[in-house]
Nanobody
Framework: QVRLVESGGGLVHPGGSLRLSCKTS????????MGWYRQAPGKQRELVAA???????NYADSAKGRFTISRDNAKNMVFLQLNSLKPEDTAIYLC??????????????WGQGTQVTVSS
């Protein structure tokens, strides 16, 4: 069974930083794109950043210049460095991965999410 588990969220002051991690575990053949989404109360889930297996990245306009996505293919992990955090960044951050499991075609998998709260 494929699982994605996030870590690294927390409470931080405006202007602070956090580093989110997401570990993929279980049995699978390959991982394609990985990404981070976020969902704030009363708002739709939105893409924050994504990265292909080759390292190409894509960022939401709100994340450009402040957040950095990276991945470690050997460890099946994806990271999101959050800098210059603002109160409007407060949300649950969810990890997403496009994975080829052992017995079916490519599927999207989601983690449970990690809470990021930016407040003074």
């Amino acid at each position: 069974q494929v699982r994605l588990v996030e870590s690294g969220g927390g409470l931080v002051h405006p202007g602070g930083s956090l580093r989110l991690s997401c570990k993929t575990s279980g049995s699978f053949i390959n991982i394609a794109a990985m990404g981070w989404y976020r969902q704030a109360p009363g708002k739709q889930r939105e893409l924050v950043a994504a990265i292909t297996s080759g390292g190409s990245t894509n960022y939401a306009d709100s994340a450009k210049g402040r957040f950095t996505i990276s991945r470690d293919n050997a460890k099946n992990m994806v990271f999101l460095q959050l800098n210059s955090l603002k109160p409007e960044d407060t949300a649950i951050y969810l990890c997403n991965a496009r994975i080829l499991p052992l017995k079916s075609g490519w599927e999207d998998y989601w983690g449970q999410g990690t809470q990021v709260t930016v407040s003074s």
